[in-house]
């Protein structure tokens, strides 16, 4: 019997850590009884990181369709991209066009059903903005590459003690208020709403709206946003049968009765959300990509280039990406029967 498709799994910016926890992932793969992945980028870096790591591990080249049969013993790889050259922590020329292939590549073999869902390992955007990117950061480059008209991507940190959705994501704090309007916290909640639902199975899902400025604004007294902007979109959103609450204040929001009262929390901004999401499950969180046609899953940290090649970058990250991603992936070929 054939096996189903694997992961697709990038190697991210190949001079980050990237390398490092795809080996140390797949070395876990039977006491953490993993989902079979293939990763995508250039072999020879893998092979190059194993040695510069003293780890024993086979790296086979091959067809996306022959990694699940592979996985047991080896770690499969499709190649993509250009030969890489950079060292560990020092990307150079050919670190942008290895990363980004990759991740065409993951994006092509997903929507052909060759994989079953993308992870993705760190990039580096100041490499990539150098090289000519011009997107703000994977999630906005994933949305391009799933199609035309292209999905309004949301940004979803997930870990089973919290998961939260910033509505502005990588923007300056003081460009926040202009950009933060009802329509975009409207539409992130369905987004948000729609995948709880059909992906992570939650029937009724309980969003948690934050406040822009402290105490959600005190009715007013501190800033007009939350009255004029927040509280009009949470509103708009019950009226459509969505359970959603707020403006809700944000300094007390995220201990763990209230945790038990939402299954997420949507913030104003960045940092709002993921600073307590980082401070509950720094190791742990998963970056979840909402609102795409595939599964897309990320470890929720940087490419660390100080830790590349020194054997202590931790792939605790990047398993629970593995392991969410074969779920939400499971959860969505099972709709797809029915």
């Not at 799933?146 to 509505?167: K, N």
Request: charged share 20%; net charge negative; hydrophobic share 45%.
């Amino acid at each position: 019997m054939t096996p189903p498709p694997a992961l697709a799994l990038t190697v991210g910016e190949p001079a980050g850590i990237g390398p490092d926890i795809t080996l140390a992932a797949w070395l876990t793969r039977q006491e953490r009884a993993l989902p079979a992945f293939f990763a995508i980028g250039d072999a020879a870096v893998l092979r190059r990181r194993a040695v510069v790591l003293g780890l024993d591990v086979p790296v086979r080249e091959c067809a996306p369709e022959e990694a699940a049969a592979l996985f047991p013993d080896a770690l499969p790889i499709v190649s993509a991209g250009p030969a890489v050259t950079a060292a560990p922590g020092h990307p150079d020329e050919t670190s942008a066009p290895a990363a980004r292939a990759a991740i065409d590549d993951a994006v092509a073999l997903v929507k052909a059903g060759r994989a079953t869902a993308v992870v993705t390992n760190p990039i580096s955007k100041a490499v990539l903005y150098a090289d000519g990117f011009a997107f703000p950061g994977h999630t906005e480059y994933l949305a391009h590459l799933a199609g035309t008209p292209a999905p309004r991507p949301v940004m979803m940190i997930w870990s089973p003690e919290l998961a939260v959705i910033p509505a502005t994501i990588h923007v300056p704090l003081a460009d926040v208020p202009r950009l933060l309007t009802r329509e975009l916290i409207i539409e992130t909640a369905r987004i948000t709403a729609h995948d709880l639902r059909h992906r992570f199975g939650i029937e009724a899902p309980r969003l948690a709206i934050c406040g822009l400025n402290p105490h959600a604004g005190e009715e007013g007294t501190l800033g007009r946003e939350d009255e004029e902007v927040t509280r009009p979109a949470v509103e708009a959103l019950r009226q459509e049968g969505i359970d959603a609450r707020g403006p809700l204040p944000a300094d007390t929001l995220f201990h763990a009765a209230a945790r038990a009262t939402y299954d997420a929390a949507i913030g104003a901004y960045h940092d709002q959300v993921l600073a307590p999401a980082k401070a509950l499950a720094f190791d742990r969180a998963v970056n979840v990509t909402l609102g795409l046609p595939f599964v897309r899953t990320s470890p929720d940290h940087g490419t660390a280039f100080a830790l590349a090649g020194t054997g202590r970058a931790d792939p605790s990250s990047l398993i629970e990406a593995l392991r969410l991603a074969h779920r939400l992936s499971a959860r969505d070929a099972a709709r797809a029967e029915r």
